[in-house]
């Protein structure tokens, strides 16, 4: 079988396609036939030698994928052969909260990822989809959409009327776009181009803000809430935007620290205790979560936002298009 490794070195151009014999299910597994795949900008920094630079090498990326079950092993009861399926981004997490051994299990980060032909997963550690999605589709789901779903219902609890302040058209951005606009809340955007506010409003955000025209936006965001300040933030940037964030936010509102595209480093903390805030670290989700998103999603019948699909022969493509910044939603790569 066909799989993509980083080479002898980190970088795009070492991203190759390599030779393995193709795996075979032992008791209690299952073995995937990969149809489709996307991107997260944590792939991107894996690639780069920029999230884990000590990863031994050659190493086979991704943590986010779709196939159909080509074979199963002893003992599997939980999917037959054909079911589409999803590997869970951490293959341990399957309901609870997440451990130190749960995060472990991560794909694509200090195991080896989803970007083969055919890979092989414990039973447990693997999801159907809900049936109405493309195979790129369902792709998006144990990571991003996954991510946003456990900031928003799991711990944010968010009901009808809540305002919902987003950062960027990211992958997990948009699902949280689309989830609150499930629930009934309001979403209120942001992004440095109005080609993606556009697109953000067209997909059900109440307004838009430019955070290039208006670098204040913090307070935009307060002033459009009615003054007293958003409910929740879909915090992705970091340290060059939390503190924005924190003017966003209301009093005992909730900001969910998912990325650090911006960087990491120090803020002010005054704000965050005088005003009862809850900054709540978001890593994924479990098999739990992800059966009750799929549920929401099915019902509804959502689709995610995909920017563009790219064959498997366009791996290092997809990987530059990433870099670039200029897509809306998600990245992904489908097999022929």
């Known amino acids: 079988m066909k799989l993509y490794q980083i080479q002898s070195a980190f970088g795009i151009d070492n991203l190759a396609i390599a030779e393995r014999p193709e795996p075979q299910p032992g008791p209690g597994q299952v073995l995937l036939k990969m149809l489709a795949y996307s991107l997260n900008y944590r792939d991107l920094l ?3 030698g920029l999230y884990n630079s000590k990863l031994k090498l050659p190493f ?19 999917v037959k052969v054909g079911d589409r399926v999803c590997p869970l981004f951490m293959q341990q997490w399957l309901e609870g909260q997440v451990t130190d051994a749960k995060s472990r299990s991560a794909l694509g980060g200090g195991g080896d990822g989803v970007l083969a032909e055919y ?14 999605l493309s195979d790129p589709e369902a792709a998006t789901l144990p990571c991003a959409g996954l991510t946003a779903w456990h900031a928003l219902v799991t711990e944010g609890k968010l009901t009808a009327g809540d305002v919902v302040l987003t950062q960027g ?34 997909l059900g955000a109440s307004d838009g803000i430019n955070y290039k025209t208006t670098p204040e936006w913090g307070d935009k965001a307060r002033e459009l809430s009615g003054g007293t300040g958003v409910d929740h933030v879909i915090e992705v940037g970091g340290a060059g935007t939390i503190g924005q964030s924190l003017r966003a936010v209301r009093a005992n509102g909730r900001i969910s620290l998912i990325g650090i595209l911006s960087g990491t480093g120090a803020f002010n903390l005054t704000s ?17 979560m992800f059966e009750a ?12 936002v995909i920017d563009r699909v790219f064959d498997f022969s366009e791996v290092p493509d997809a990987f530059r298009h990433m870099e670039s910044a200029t897509h809306i939603g998600k990245i992904c790569i489908e097999t022929k």
């Open 119 to 132: 890979a092989v997963f414990h039973e447990d550690g693997v999801i159907p989809v809900p049936a109405h």
């Open 272 to 288: 965050i205790l005088m005003r009862n805030l809850c900054i709540q670290g978001i890593f994924v989700g479990s098999r739990e």
């Open 60 to 78: 086979t990326p991704l943590s986010d994928g779709v196939g159909k079950v080509a074979a199963i092993g002893d003992g599997v009861r939980r």
């Open 46 to 48: 894996v690639v780069k």
């Open 169 to 202: 058209t990211g992958g997990v951005s948009l699902f949280a776009l689309q989830f609150a606009r499930l629930v009934g809340a309001r979403v209120i955007a942001t992004s440095s181009s109005e080609i993606k506010l556009a697109r953000a409003l067209h």
């Open 293 to 304: 998103m799929n549920k929401a999603i099915a019902l509804h019948r959502m689709h995610p």
